[in-house]
């Protein structure tokens, strides 16, 4: 390094602390120590000079202004999931309503509700002759198209929530199972229930719906009723092309 | 002020120091990129208000005034564009008083600072950043945009303009001490 290199470096860095440009400072004779040393005085006065006061409080402001934002963004936030908690509790809320007042109003609640008042029908074992049990759907202006199932003890016009039934209980193999018709209340499916200790099975017919249900009668029997009321109130099925 | 309570998270520990530490330093440059005390004041905090939403961009302390200049130097270039209609040459400016309104106006750092003031923005602006940031070259070079050749020359040549706005009293400097 020369001294005009080390003189343009000083220039420019005079803090630098640089070993080659300490080592040409050091060696050389040609006043280039002299030269770093005004250049270090110099410097003092540029800082010196461009240390202006700095205004009072100025970091708590800067803290202050921070806080505040910072403050008013968490409350942002925190009303901003607060009214998004409150959407999905009303959602859930408002959801579940409609869900059980549909589960309410739906055939299996409604006949199970209807049972109470009609337990003592259960216990019935004298069977009904089949003139009064179709007096039972003329009474629901319905005619059974084929023969009611035997052993038919109970038959009665009730009604099961807003709809007009027609109330059975067939005993099969000893066990009482209920069958609420519904002439006119058109369903589109066939669903099993459980509910409040009835087994049950809404089923759709070509008229109404039929539901048919039991405490603790066996599966076989349940599908026997079903069949023959649906056989009863239908008509017998007509024999398939090929079926032997 | 009360000291930083250990309950704080360490991101608000971090930033608080940070204010504590570097909010002087980043006022003067502020200042004598700006030449204005008030300006100085809302470039100060609107820079340390977007430190605090990109304060995890910091990985190292020692980069944090090198950071916050760059970040201050653009708030400073946004503030000049919303401002550009309104803005009438600063050279021509008096600057606020408030930071020369003490006993040393009088004396040589007062002589300094009116010739900074004269100082062309090229100039004035990489020597703040290397004596009050405390910024290499290269660094100032990086925040700039420009090669650190060119960021050498400038501050060699802000040096020389000082002496030579200095005039005699830089040649005086020489003989006394």
Request: glycine share 8%.
């Amino acid at each position: 390094m020369n001294c005009l290199d080390f003189r343009r470096r000083i220039g420019a860095e005079p803090r630098s602390r640089d070993p080659e440009l300490l080592a040409h400072r050091d060696a050389c004779k040609d006043g280039c120590a002299a030269f770093w040393q005004r250049a270090q005085r110099f410097e003092d006065d540029i800082e010196a000079a461009m240390a202006v006061a700095i205004p009072e409080g100025l970091a708590d402001r800067i803290l202050l202004a921070q806080a505040t934002g910072e403050r008013r963004r968490q409350l942002v936030r925190r009303r901003t999931w607060m009214a998004l908690a409150a959407s999905v509790l009303i959602g859930l809320a408002g959801g579940g309503m409609l869900w059980r007042q549909a589960d309410l109003n739906s055939l299996p609640a409604l006949a199970v509700a209807h049972m109470p008042g009609e337990l003592d029908s259960l216990d019935l074992t004298q069977p009904m002759t089949d003139a009064q049990v179709e007096a039972g759907f003329v009474g629901r202006a319905t005619r059974l198209k084929g023969p009611a199932p035997a052993g038919v003890t109970y038959v009665h016009d009730c009604t099961v929530g807003p709809y007009p039934a027609v109330h059975l209980v067939t005993r099969m193999n000893d066990e009482p199972v209920v069958a609420l018709y519904m002439p006119g209340k058109m369903s589109s499916k066939t669903t099993d229930f459980r509910r409040d200790g009835w087994e049950g099975r809404q089923v759709a017919l070509s008229g109404g719906t039929l539901v048919v249900m039991a405490q603790g009668a066996s599966r076989g029997t349940m599908d026997a009723v079903e069949r023959g009321w649906r056989a009863a109130i239908e008509g017998p099925a007509a024999p398939r092309v090929g079926q032997i | 002020m009360a000291p930083v309570k250990e309950g704080v998270n360490p991101k608000q520990r971090q930033y608080e120091a940070m204010v504590r530490a570097l909010s002087a330093d980043l006022y003067r440059y502020a200042f004598w990129l700006s030449r204005s005390e008030t300006v100085a004041q809302d470039l100060v905090q609107e820079t340390f208000l977007r430190a605090w939403k990109n304060l995890d961009a910091l990985r190292d302390a020692e980069a944090a005034k090198p950071w916050l200049i760059t970040i201050l130097r653009r708030e400073h270039a946004r503030l000049y564009e919303r401002k550009r209609l309104d803005t009438v040459e600063l050279d021509d400016n008096v600057p606020e008083d408030t930071a020369f309104a003490s006993p040393e106006r009088s004396g040589d750092a007062a002589q300094v600072r009116e010739a900074m003031l004269k100082l062309p923005d090229k100039y004035r602006d990489p020597l703040a950043m290397q004596v009050l940031g405390g910024m290499s070259c290269d660094e100032i070079a990086e925040s700039t945009g420009q090669q650190p050749g060119a960021v050498m020359t400038q501050l060699f040549r802000a040096r020389q303009r000082l002496k030579a706005l200095l005039g005699g009293r830089a040649a005086a400097e020489g003989a006394r001490k």
